[in-house]
């Protein structure tokens, strides 16, 4: 059993930023890519960003990138979302999940390649 626990969301103004943190337990967390998602009150689930089991590599879709970025400290089991230039269509809650793959070499992008999912944690842009 994988346990996700997201934390570090909340209010901040356009413009702001915030950094998400997600901490892992019950699986070797080193082993698996990792992947942060956003769902927004009556719209899907929507990928944000990923990073691979080592670390080096990331992936951010067209509609965050250079303002969204994932990172990780394997030795902390954790991993991070780092947001900036924050806008109100960024309002959301925030889950961080774990692939299913060991060691997959590509970032999936899909909900349904990732089985372990967090709570969530929300964020709030407000203009």
């Known amino acids: 059993q994988v346990r996700l626990v997201e934390s570090g969301g909340g209010l901040v103004q356009v413009g702001g930023s915030l950094r998400l943190s997600c901490a892992a337990s019950?699986?070797?967390?080193?082993?698996?890519?990792m992947g942060w998602f956003r769902q927004a009150r009556g719209k899907e689930r929507e990928f944000v960003a990923g990073?691979?089991?080592?670390?080096?590599?990331?992936y951010s879709p067209d509609s965050v990138k250079g303002r969204f970025a994932a990172s990780r400290d394997n030795a902390k089991n954790t991993v991070y979302l780092q947001m900036n230039s924050l806008k109100p269509e960024d309002t959301a809650k925030y889950y961080c999940?774990?692939?299913?793959?060991?060691?997959?070499?590509?970032?999936?992008?899909?909900?349904?390649?990732?089985?372990?999912w967090g709570q969530g944690t929300q964020v709030t842009v407000s203009s």
């Open positions: 999940a774990a692939d299913r793959g060991f060691r997959n070499p590509f970032i999936k992008t899909q909900a349904r390649d990732y089985n372990y």
């Open positions: 019950g699986r070797t967390f080193n082993d698996y890519n």
């Open positions: 990073i691979n089991w080592s670390g080096t590599i990331t």
